[in-house]
C-alpha cells in the first residue's frame, strides 16, 4: 500500500473541525437559530482544556456539554471555544480547544461530525489516564445516527445545564 504523504485524513480532519468553528463563531455573534441547539463531547483531561477541579472530578475522561438556552460570553477562536454554563446553579467558564472534541451533533437537523481525538489531545489524555478507551484511527466521519428521542420537559428556574453522554441518546 502507498504511503499517504498529503495525509488526507488530518486535512480532512481540519476541514470538519472549520464547520465546527464556523457553526459556534455564527452561534457567537447571532444566537443559535430556531431549533438549532448543540451537543459537544470531549475529552476533559486534553491539553489545554479548562475546568474546575469539581467538573474533572465528576468527568475524569470526557464531558458532553449542551449549548441550547443556558450559555453565555461564547467566544471562539482559531484553536477553542470558550463558554460560560451553569452546572447545578453554579456558574463555570469552560476552555475547549477544538482538538479535544470527540463529537458534535445538532439534533434539530440530526447532523454530526465525529473525531478521533489529535494526536496531542491524545496523549494528553493517556497520560492522565492510561485506563482511557481512546481509538487507534486517526480517521474522522459524519455521523448518521437518528435524532435522539428525548421528553420535552421545561426547564426549571435556577437549575442551570445537565451534561449527558451522547450515547444516552442512542437508540440500542
Request: aromatic share 16%; no cysteine; net charge negative.
Given at each position: 500500500m502507498a504511503t499517504d504523504h498529503i495525509r488526507y485524513d488530518v486535512l480532512a480532519r481540519d476541514a470538519l473541525r472549520g464547520v465546527l468553528r464556523r457553526v459556534l463563531t455564527d452561534a457567537a455573534a447571532h444566537g443559535l437559530p430556531g431549533e438549532h441547539h448543540f451537543f459537544i463531547t470531549f475529552l476533559s483531561t486534553a491539553e489545554g482544556v479548562k475546568l474546575s477541579p469539581r467538573l474533572l472530578a465528576q468527568y475524569p475522561e470526557e464531558m458532553t456539554i449542551i449549548l441550547q438556552h443556558q450559555f453565555w460570553d461564547l467566544v471562539v477562536t482559531e484553536d477553542r471555544f470558550e463558554?460560560?454554563?451553569?452546572?447545578?446553579?453554579?456558574?463555570?467558564?469552560?476552555?475547549?480547544?477544538?482538538?479535544?472534541?470527540?463529537?458534535?451533533?445538532?439534533?434539530?437537523?440530526?447532523?454530526?461530525?465525529?473525531?478521533?481525538?489529535?494526536?496531542?489531545?491524545?496523549e494528553t489524555a493517556a497520560t492522565v489516564d492510561p485506563a482511557a478507551n481512546l481509538p487507534a484511527s486517526p480517521a474522522t466521519s459524519a455521523l448518521t445516527a437518528p435524532a435522539p428521542e428525548r421528553k420535552d420537559e421545561p426547564e426549571k428556574a435556577g437549575e442551570g445545564a445537565e451534561v449527558v453522554r451522547l450515547d444516552r441518546f442512542r437508540k440500542k
Open positions: 463558554v460560560g454554563l451553569s452546572f447545578g446553579g453554579v456558574p463555570e467558564r469552560l476552555v475547549v480547544p477544538f482538538n479535544a472534541i470527540k463529537s458534535f451533533f445538532d439534533p434539530s437537523v440530526q447532523f454530526g461530525l465525529q473525531f478521533e481525538p489529535s494526536d496531542a489531545a491524545a
